[in-house]
């Protein structure tokens, strides 16, 4: 009866033992994997920044840098890198004879 008894123990301390390893080792591959800031991001709020279209009047004609939706996102998502956030958003807003507004979302 004792060797069954022991036995039992044994086993109970073998699988609590595997158990706790195995929470060790998922808490250690979401912390490697980032995924706490991966929620983060997603339950966050987009910031908005403003990206002014530097225009310049030659020869009469007003020439943009940005000049299409195109355009915005590319240099909206080159802003979002920068700032080390991700992109979410963009939106352009063609002015006649001023200068483009490009608003980029970034989270």
């Given amino acids: 009866m004792t060797k069954k008894k022991s036995r ?3 086993n109970k301390i073998i699988l609590i033992t595997i158990i706790v390893l ?3 080792l998922a808490t250690l591959l979401i912390f490697q994997f980032g995924i706490f800031k991966y929620v983060k991001n997603i339950t966050k709020e987009p ?3 403003v990206i002014r279209d530097e225009c310049s009047l030659i ?3 007003i020439l943009h840098q940005i000049k299409s939706n195109g355009e915005c996102k590319i240099f ?3 802003n979002c890198n920068l700032r080390e956030m991700n992109y979410h958003n963009s939106e352009f807003i063609e002015k006649e004879g001023s200068c483009h507004i490009c608003n980029c979302y970034c989270k």
Avoid: A, E
Wanted: glycine residues 6%.
């Fill in 59 to 61: 020869l009469g004609n």
């Fill in 47 to 49: 910031r908005l920044f």
């Fill in 8 to 10: 039992k123990k044994i």
């Fill in 76 to 78: 909206c998502r080159n």
């Fill in 22 to 24: 195995i929470v060790i």
